[in-house]
């Protein structure tokens, strides 16, 4: 379902954007088209005009309501260019006087015989065309120049035509949409479904490897999975990101690979070991470096396992850092590490209880371990161990942490 509503929002986004790009593409179109559908409407006009006197030969003497028409302003001018008629409405003068104050206009032909201008008046969304053109009436031969408005009907006509192709184009979009979603969700289930095979097949090969350490170190696989159990929910407390998370959930497992690389003799030793011991002890830490190294999957585990050693004060293991230096992701697994050991009997020990395992790790808060996430592991943490405590078994814990991963899959 979160997959799906992923899908959902990147396709919403995506046929918004792809809508405004097609729109604009659409406007700009569409306005150079008004301008030949102008022209159009225009010539008409001007043709229907020459035609109504032609067979007069002379337009003088003809009165032309202008009410009826398109047309503004209409002059004629005979071969010598002495004007032989003029017409106008009443308020022309109006007019043009707002036309010489607009800058936005194209020329769409201009010479010494012919012109076209069109004008848009923003301010009353009006088109109009300044002509100038050769005008033949049998013997008669001169010029015409006039001024057209476009109606608001054929405005009307024209908008209504842009918008009905913009609504296409964007019903377009959405059906084209809404038809990749159910191929891009079957195909984002089938990589899904892959990546969460791959995953499983990575987490067991670790639960194996981190079992077959456990056991080498007289310890079992159960401790790997209280420890990862809860590393995920100090992760989730501390908002940690899902990357940070995956290297957290494979460094909690593999945290002491490099047990393997060390001395049978120091590592199932039943006392104290010696201090030389120790520092045979601490080389496990590098030895966990190299062995996880090899591969690319498990290069987001290093800060766990290079680190998980080292102290607040800095007095951990050989990498000489403090505080937030310390990488976040080892700074909260150390602390889980530590209290898993603490609530659980080994052969030398005892399980504590609860408080008197929060109590040890504030008493070592700010000298071993970060106090924030100290603060935020007690606070949080109680439920999850009232319920792992009880469980013996590796089967419950693994279907425990098989239930967390899920998220880390979608």
């Known amino acids: 379902m979160v997959v799906h509503k992923k899908i959902i929002k990147h396709l919403f986004f995506t046929s918004v954007l792809v809508g405004i790009l097609v729109s604009i593409i659409t406007l700009l179109i569409a306005f150079e088209n008004i301008e030949d559908e102008i022209l159009v409407l225009a010539k008409d006009e001007v043709k229907h005009f020459v035609q109504k006197y032609e067979t007069s030969y002379s337009?003088?003497?003809?009165?032309?309501?202008?009410?009826?028409?398109n047309f503004l302003d209409i002059k004629i001018f005979d071969k010598t260019h002495k004007l032989i008629y003029s017409t106008s409405v009443d308020h022309i003068q109006e007019i043009q006087k707002e036309l010489k104050n607009i800058d936005h206009y194209l020329i769409i032909k201009r010479d010494d015989k012919f012109q076209e201008r069109i004008i848009h008046n923003h301010i009353r969304n009006r088109f109009y065309l300044q002509f100038k053109a050769p005008l033949i009436l049998g013997e008669f031969q001169g010029s015409i120049e006039g001024l057209y408005q476009v109606s608001d009907k054929n405005m009307w006509t024209i908008y209504s035509n842009i918008a009905y192709s913009l609504s296409q184009l964007l019903i377009t979009v959405l059906i084209t949409t809404l038809l990749l979603y159910p191929t891009i969700v079957y195909i984002n289930r089938s990589y899904i479904q892959q990546s969460k095979d791959l995953l499983q097949a990575n987490l067991e090969i670790m639960s194996v490897l981190g079992g077959a350490i456990a056991k080498r170190d007289n310890e079992t696989n159960i401790h790997n999975y209280r420890v990862t159990l809860y590393a995920i929910a100090l992760g989730e407390a501390v908002k940690l990101s899902r990357k940070k998370m995956m290297g957290l959930i494979k460094g909690a497992f593999l945290h002491d690979v490099g047990k393997i690389g060390i001395n049978d003799s120091i590592l199932l030793k039943p006392g104290k070991l010696s201090a030389g011991e120790f520092e045979e002890m601490k080389y496990h830490v590098e030895f966990g470096i190299d062995i996880i190294s090899k591969s690319r999957w498990l290069d987001d585990a290093k800060d766990v396992v290079a680190y998980h050693h080292e102290k607040w004060d800095g007095t951990g293991y050989k990498a000489n850092i403090s505080a937030e230096q310390?990488?976040?992701?080892?700074?909260?697994?150390?602390?889980?590490?530590?209290?898993?050991?603490?609530?659980?009997?080994?052969?030398?020990?005892?399980?504590?209880?609860?408080?008197?395992?929060?109590?040890?790790?504030?008493?070592?808060?700010g000298t071993h371990f970060d106090p924030r996430l100290v603060e935020i592991f007690c606070g949080v943490i109680k439920p999850l161990y009232t319920e792992v405590s009880r469980l013996e078994d590796e089967e419950h814990l693994h279907k425990m942490l098989d239930d967390k991963l899920h998220y880390f899959t979608l």
């Open 326 to 365: 310390i990488p976040l992701v080892a700074r909260v697994f150390m602390i889980c590490d530590v209290f898993d050991a603490l609530t659980s009997k080994r052969p030398y020990k005892e399980a504590m209880n609860f408080e008197a395992s929060a109590h040890i790790l504030k008493e070592k808060s």
């Open 59 to 69: 337009i003088v003497g003809h009165e032309v309501d202008l009410s009826q028409s």
